[in-house]
Nanobody
Framework: QVQLVESGGGLVQAGGSLRLSCAAS????????MGWFRQAPGKEREFVAA????????YLIDSVKGRFTISRDNAKNTVYLQMNSLKPEDTAVYYC?????????????????WGQGTQVTVSS
């Protein structure tokens, strides 16, 4: 069982930055592929980024490449999403998720554990 708790969301102006954190419980954090998803009002939850077990390999969707960075600290059981040059279209609830099978998957139903989400609002 893994419990995930996100933090770091908030209200920011366009062009600003936020750093989301996701703290995981348990001693097997490094055996989970981790991902970040987001869900805007009236839209389906969408994949944003994923990171491998060691953190050495990452994948981000095209719309955030060059602006967002995913990283993890296995000693702290935490995964991060650094978001720079934020745009109003980045406004959403952001969720972290853990995949107990592999890493890099992009479908919601492929992840085993989810956090409660943290709101990110970008004003224009």
């Amino acid at each position: 069982q893994v419990q995930l708790v996100e933090s770091g969301g908030g209200l920011v102006q366009a062009g600003g930055s936020l750093r989301l954190s996701c703290a995981a419980s348990g001693r097997t954090f490094s055996s989970y592929g981790m991902g970040w998803f987001r869900q805007a009002p009236g839209k389906e939850r969408e994949f944003v980024a994923a990171i491998s077990y060691s953190g050495g390999t990452t994948y981000l969707i095209d719309s955030v490449k060059g602006r967002f960075t995913i990283s993890r600290d296995n000693a702290k059981n935490t995964v991060y999403l650094q978001m720079n040059s934020l745009k109003p279209e980045d406004t959403a609830v952001y969720y972290c998720a853990a995949d107990g099978t592999t890493w890099g998957r992009r479908r919601v139903n492929e992840y085993d554990y989810w956090g409660q989400g943290t709101q990110v609002t970008v004003s224009s």
